[in-house]
């Protein structure tokens, strides 16, 4: 059961540290492949269950953004709570800190990039 | 227990005296060196390459090379610097520094570094070959040597490069120098990930990582995700000159736009892999001379890894004239552009540091230092222009793009080379560089870099177009290019300087001593130049400075063995004392601990000196050689060696089954050395290659599917992959092999004998044998010719390299079934079954991806 909990436990960490980084690489391949191969079989764009390319474009921005969201504050609750604890005589506690604020700023980043990246059809038609 | 004598501790780690000691040295300081000492090989070469390319431009309308001749030095030059010079540079600092900084006395797998360097050797030799036998013609009467000299520039794009307009064979050796690089980057990635996850010492915990040390782990990353694309796209390029495999060819339904996804998902992290140990490098050289910690080191870490991240990501802004989508090109721009925010967070920081400096002081690795912030920031503000797409469509292929990269590649790369050089130097060789030389070193690379590229970015905004071997007077270029021409020189006699005052040091420079500039991390803790076994006692850091107490000198009570006694007592300079007979034998050892918290976990019990890397290396070369130059009678015996040596390597010796006095020189007596699974190191460095080989398969299911979306139609029309049942035979008689594995493995836990190992081990032979027939057998019957379509190119491809897999994984446990029957194995010596294991397992995982692709998918195209 304590092992459950601190396999658990890791999976959380490693999710506010890489949350944003996964999201973003979903949202690269999969606006790739709306904007390249899925526009070369339908130059004019395409619909899939009712929605054109660019709607599923700022869809998946909206999706990849949401977890990168998710991620960011994860990292947040992560950093707040080693507040206290992190001091010289805990050391799993300061490096439980350092990998909240690495994740902090990873998934800020990130969430700029997605929402630059999902903008793009409000400025541009579909498959040009 | 007595700790053991250092006489003893060098005998056990120093290679032999003599030529075989030498070509069969493992250790990570002489190879780390080699790969080191080779790049500036290569750089000469390259720089010789590229002063020929500026002299012919000094002058509008010279004639001192011809075109043909301009694009073959244009070619050789950039393969020389972006794959033989940067990349083996900053991994070869990483080798030898890395577990120095890290307190690890080795790397995890060294005679798989070894190999490292010598396919990268081989790869460089290769490249070069052409040339050297155009020289010779030079000499010799009537040219009798054929012209074989790549001239498709450092990118190679098809159609260029296809058999038709490029028939020379420069190109194939081009290709085969590539994948030997390439391979060689892979290994010596794996070595570093392992080795920075697995070998640091207790308390180097990831908040503690010297920053060269994150750098050289996010490249690490980098190359294992990154580098498999250009071997897949380089070996099917290969395959399509020498065999008519038409993958990139249109008229047969392949795309040459393929290619440039392949090669640029590589190439554009390739940048940011040689720029990030550069960055690395600083943040080594900023503590020591401005005697305080780095400023926002935290905030450095995040921009490493997020610059990492990120350049996997941006392969599409090297493709914005190709005529892609608008909407594709825009998602790359934004990662174009965020890119540089992690950038410019180091810049700030080291600024920052350079301006609350205790002391400051301006030696020559400081100048450089301080060079490269003016040029790389100047390189990456022009990088920022060509990331917005209209920019980059007015200047690309112009001189302001080539202008640009030099600045980031010159200016962020190898200016904090020279740095890291006149930094490291005392630390490899004992001995201090001359000062005023390095200084006038500095002014001269500087002022002649600048001289050389600043004009550039004018040239290309007045339309210089970049691989043009000449261009009419009167245009307003001339002066422009002169002055160039000139400062490439200057810059080059900069170099010879530095060269010249290396030379001059490692004959009778000033004695350095441990730690000359009173740096903080732990490589400046052992002697100059390090011993052989680098650390007498594996240290235990107690902070990110560890040799700092607040006062800026190294502090040995900083340190203490992984175990709380017996405490050694230090006499400075890492020299410590210990006791033991000098005559004792001993094994090479370092320690393995836990991903997070540092915990010592196992003793890595490593190999000593061996030729089968170097002689692998040269089958592997030769098999390159004898293709490309269509010489099968060196193919053939070649080829056969492979098994053989890697049967050799893999036969454990009698020291790897009784080490005299395990854990001996760790101070860890009681750990455990015989270990198997997640908690070996061995395990991590398989699972990472077999990954980077699952990258390779699923860059050919990428490439698959790219030509299947764009074709007219696909399947072609009559084409098919033939009836289901062989291949799925064959699925499920590898799926039989891992069970049998499997078996072998649970037999062994259990203590059972090695007989009955080995017949659980010979069915997953012999069902593996079946299932390879069984899927020649389709192939033969079912596979269209595969220069006939890209289909049946593509479908070739994948049921070769499967068909390449099952073997691999027969051979291998084919090899340990043998050990198995010699009664290698016991409950505790598990390590080579469990690996059998994984192997099995991700060939069937390999088959099932292969197999629905190539026979569940639904037809697909354009049409």
């Known amino acids: 059961m304590r092992a459950h909990g601190r396999n658990r436990d890791a999976l959380f960490v490693i999710f506010a540290v890489t949350g944003g980084a996964w999201a973003w690489t979903l949202q690269l391949w999969l606006s790739w492949i709306l904007a390249e191969p899925l526009c070369f079989l339908q130059p004019s764009g395409f619909r899939l269950a009712g929605l054109d390319s660019n709607a599923l474009w700022i869809l998946i921005g909206l999706a990849t953004g949401a977890l990168t969201l998710t991620a960011l504050l994860a990292s947040f609750g992560l950093w707040r709570d080693t507040r206290e604890s992190a001091t010289a005589d805990a050391p799993a506690s300061r490096r439980r800190r350092f990998l909240s604020y690495v994740g902090l700023v990873l998934n800020a980043l990130f969430l700029v990039t997605i929402v630059m990246g999902a903008t793009s059809p409000l400025f541009l038609e579909p498959c040009t | 227990m007595a700790f053991p004598s250092t006489t003893a501790l060098d005998r056990a780690w ?104 010598w396919l990268f050797l081989f790869g460089g030799l290769l490249l070069y070959l052409p040339t050297l036998a155009d020289i010779a013609n030079f000499f010799l009467p009537a040219e009798p040597l054929p012209r074989h000299i790549p001239d498709g520039g450092w990118f190679a794009y098809p159609p260029l490069t296809s058999s038709e307009y490029s028939p020379s064979l420069g190109l194939d050796f081009w290709l085969i120098a590539v994948t030997l690089a390439e391979i060689s980057a ?29 750098s050289i782990l996010a490249i690490g990353i980098a190359i294992l995700l990154a580098f498999p694309s250009v071997v897949t796209g380089s070996v099917l390029l290969e395959l399509e000159r020498k065999l008519g495999l038409p993958f990139y060819e249109a008229a047969l339904g392949g795309q040459p736009l393929l290619w440039q ?26 503590p020591a001379f401005t005697r305080r910690p780095i400023i926002a080191y935290s905030l450095i870490v995040v921009a490493i890894l997020s610059t990492a991240l990120f350049s996997l990501g941006l392969w599409v802004h090297h493709m914005f004239a190709t005529g892609l989508p608008w909407l594709g090109l825009t998602i790359f721009s934004a990662s174009s552009m965020m890119i540089t925010i992690p950038s410019g967070i180091q810049v700030f920081a080291w600024v920052a540091t350079l301006l609350a400096a205790r002391r400051l002081q301006l030696n020559t690795a400081m100048l450089f230092v301080v060079g490269f912030l003016l040029t790389f920031t100047f390189g990456g503000l022009t990088g920022v222009m060509v990331a917005s797409v209209p920019f980059d469509l007015q ?44 200084k006038l070193a500095f002014w001269l690379t500087f002022l002649g870099f600048n001289a050389t590229f600043l004009l550039q970015h004018n040239l290309g905004l007045l339309g210089m177009r970049r691989r043009v071997h000449t261009y009419e007077a009167g245009l307003g270029w001339d002066e422009m290019n002169l002055i160039s021409t000139v400062g490439a020189f200057v810059f080059a006699a900069g170099f010879v300087l530095i060269l010249f005052s290396m030379f001059r040091a490692w004959r009778g420079g000033p004695k350095a001593g441990p730690n000359p500039w009173r740096a903080s991390t732990l490589e400046w803790f052992a002697s100059s130049p390090p011993a052989s076994y680098n650390f007498l006692h594996i240290p235990h850091v107690g902070g990110r400075e560890p040799l700092w107490h607040g006062r800026g000198e190294p502090q040995a009570a900083d340190f203490q063995p992984a175990q709380p006694e017996p405490r050694p007592s230090a006499d400075g300079g890492g ?101 198997s699974g ?47 049942l062989l291949p799925l035979a064959a699925l499920g008689l590898v799926l039989l092999g891992a069970i049998s594995g499997r078996l072998g493995l649970r037999w062994a836990r259990v203590g059972s004998g090695g007989a009955r190992i080995a017949a659980a081990l010979a069915g997953s032979v012999a069902v593996g044998v079946i299932a390879l027939v069984l899927l020649l057998d389709h192939a033969a019957a079912h596979l269209p010719d595969p220069r006939g379509s890209s289909y049946a190119a593509m479908q070739a491809v994948l049921l070769g390299t499967q068909a390449l897999l099952m073997a691999i994984a027969v051979g291998v446990t084919a090899v340990v079934a043998l050990q198995a029957a010699w009664g290698l194995f016991d409950s505790r010596r598990l390590m080579a079954l469990d690996h059998v294991c994984v192997l099995w397992y991700f060939v069937t995982a390999a088959w099932v991806v292969v197999f629905g692709v190539l026979f569940l998918l639904p037809p697909l195209g354009a049409g």
Request: glycine letters at 10%.
């Open chain 2, 678 to 724: 997640p908690i070996s190191t061995p395990w991590w460095g398989l699972v990472l290659g077999l990954g980077v080989v699952g990258l390779v398969i699923m860059n050919l299911v990428f490439s698959y599917l790219y030509l299947a979306v764009l074709a007219p139609a696909w399947p072609p029309g009559g084409e098919s992959a033939g009836p289901l």
């Open chain 2, 14 to 117: 120093r290679s032999p005296a003599g030529i075989i000691g030498w070509l069969g040295a493992v250790n990570h300081k002489p190879i780390g060196a080699r790969f080191v000492a080779t790049a500036i090989f290569f750089f000469l070469l390259g720089g010789l390459d590229s002063l020929l390319l500026r002299s012919q431009l000094a002058l509008p309308e010279a004639e001192l090379v011809d075109a043909q001749t301009f694009g073959q030095l244009f070619t050789t030059h950039g393969t020389a610097m972006m794959f033989f010079f940067a990349v083996p540079m900053v991994e070869g600092l990483g080798m030898y520094f890395v577990p120095l900084m890290i307190g690890a006395r080795d790397m995890p797998f060294p005679r798989l570094n070894a190999l490292g360097y």
């Open chain 2, 395 to 438: 200047a690309h292929d112009t001189y302001f793009v080539t202008a640009h990269f030099h600045y980031v590649l010159v200016g962020g790369v190898v200016f904090p080379i020279f740095a890291g050089i006149y930094y490291w130097f005392p630390k490899v060789f004992g001995r201090l560089l001359d000062e005023r030389l390095g």
């Open chain 2, 261 to 286: 996804h392949l090669f640029w998902i590589f190439g554009h992290p390739e940048v940011y892999i040689q720029f990030l140990p550069a960055t690395g490098v600083v943040s080594m050289i900023l």
């Open chain 2, 575 to 675: 020299t410590l004392r210990s006791e033991g007979p000098p005559d004792e034998e001993l094994s090479r050892e370092t320690l393995a601990t836990s991903l997070m918290d540092t915990r010592p976990l196992h003793n890595v019990l490593l190999p000593g000196t061996s030729l089968a890397p170097l002689a692998l290396a040269m089958a592997l070369a030769i098999c390159g050689f004898g293709v490309v130059a269509d010489l099968y009678l060196l193919v053939v015996p070649a080829l056969l060696a492979v098994p053989l040596i890697v049967g050799w390597w893999l036969w454990p010796r009698a020291n790897d089954l009784r080490p005299p006095a395990p854990g001996r020189t760790l101070d860890q007596a009681d750990l455990p050395w015989q270990v």
């Open chain 2, 186 to 214: 892979i290994i010596g990635a794996v070595e570093i990930v392992v080795c920075i996850a697995r070998n640091r010492a207790p308390g180097m915990t990831w908040n503690r990582l010297p920053l060269f040390v994150w």
